[in-house]
């Protein structure tokens, strides 16, 4: 491919002869006689070299020569001068002249000059051209690091969680044990104490004062069993039914059972739950203690009002459900302990609620994750696959 170059002098004689000479050696060659028309030109055909005289009307060469070393990089300058001075040569070069020939000067002089400064010219591009695909793999590279690190990041967050999920598992299965004897252990005597308590009450009909201890002691054994009736659930499944359901339907029937609490306390209800969704083989009652669970804690925590947000999709072969409040949140560092058994932040809770939602969750395949921010609400997310 001919390379392109533009001549810009004032003299006709001039232009014609460079013109003649190095269309000869080959170069694909245009010519005008001012710099103020140079640059349409220098826009349009994009010149490797400029042959650029010092002294023209209008515009002279030394503002002609930084305007296109300003507008065109790429295009390079070589100054025709007649004052062999020292001081312009230095004056051109600072300007960003690649060179300078005095006139007049020979053919093969002027062709010498050219090859050398298009030479150069290829060199310093194409190091251009290195510098920014170094820069661009470089780029590149970063990317792929924060990629990576991200991905590392994210692996070792899924395996903590694994990790948590399994003692929690164990922990799980340990407590179903201990439940066991508990239960065993510790009904007989609350029965025992349960029935002198009745029998006390009954013999006390005149006393209404210590009937009303009585009373306190068989309700008191009652919160006791109550309490080992939800140790036993949290660890141990219960007898349960598979059968085919509709999952909007259990959240809807969840929902129901809290209307009025959610009137009481002005809560503002937003439900998404398309009709056409695929059924999955489940126990409803069980699932509904899920449901049951999330919407108790979402109001204990916006007591004062807010937004409790339902909605159901399909994703792929799972069915998400998100379960979302706008109440005060959870502290990050309660985030990887509020499935734990035990754990409660409420004054009279248990903390079983959540472990019981873990379980049943588990029991199905499914997952269970949790986004909250302090005072920004509280965002729960069940996959439960089809199969």
Excluded: C
């Amino acid at each position: 491919m001919r390379e392109k170059l533009l001549v810009v002098d004032d003299e006709r004689m001039i232009l014609e002869l460079t013109s003649m000479v190095l269309s000869s050696r080959g170069f694909d060659v245009a010519v005008v006689d001012n710099a103020i028309d140079s640059y349409d030109l220098i826009e349009r055909e994009r010149p490797a070299l400029v042959l650029l005289d010092y002294m023209m009307p209008k515009v002279n060469g030394l503002d002609a020569l930084r305007e296109i070393r300003v507008r065109f990089p790429e295009t390079y300058v070589i100054m025709f001068t007649g004052k062999g001075s020292e001081e312009v040569a230095v004056e051109l070069m600072k300007a960003g002249a690649s060179d300078y020939i005095l006139k007049p000067f020979s053919n093969a002089k002027l062709v010498e000059r050219i090859e050398n400064v298009l030479r150069i010219r290829s060199i310093e591009l194409r190091n251009k051209e290195l510098v920014l695909e170094q820069e661009r793999l470089l780029g590149e590279i970063e990317r792929w690091n924060r990629e990576l690190e991200e991905r590392v990041k994210h692996k070792s967050t899924e395996l903590e969680r694994a990790h948590h999920e399994v003692l929690l598992t164990e922990k799980l299965a340990s407590l179903g044990h201990i439940a066991a004897g508990m239960a065993h252990e510790i009904r007989n005597p609350l029965n025992s104490i349960s029935l002198f308590a009745q029998v006390m009450r009954a013999s006390l009909q005149d006393e209404p004062e210590m009937q009303s201890y009585a009373d306190k002691i068989v309700s008191e054994v009652e919160r006791i069993d109550a309490i080992l009736v939800k140790v036993l659930s949290t660890s141990k499944r219960s007898p349960f039914k598979l059968r085919s359901i509709q999952m909007g339907t259990v959240i809807e029937d969840s929902l129901a059972a809290f209307a009025d609490q959610i009137r009481l306390q002005k809560i503002v209800l937003h439900t998404q739950l398309p009709e056409q969704m695929p059924s999955i083989l489940a126990d409803a009652d069980e699932l509904g203690q899920v449901f049951s669970n999330l919407f108790s804690n979402a109001l204990f925590e916006m007591q004062e009002g807010g937004t409790l947000s339902v909605s159901l999709e399909l994703d792929g072969q799972e069915i998400l459900i998100t379960v979302s409040d706008t109440g005060g949140g959870i502290p990050e560092g309660d985030l990887n302990t509020i499935f734990d058994p035990f754990f409660t932040t409420k004054e009279r809770g248990t903390g079983f609620g959540l472990s019981v939602v873990l379980r049943i969750v588990k029991s199905y395949a499914g997952r269970i994750s949790v986004d909250s921010q302090p005072d920004q609400g509280t965002t729960f997310q069940i996959r439960l696959p089809l199969a």
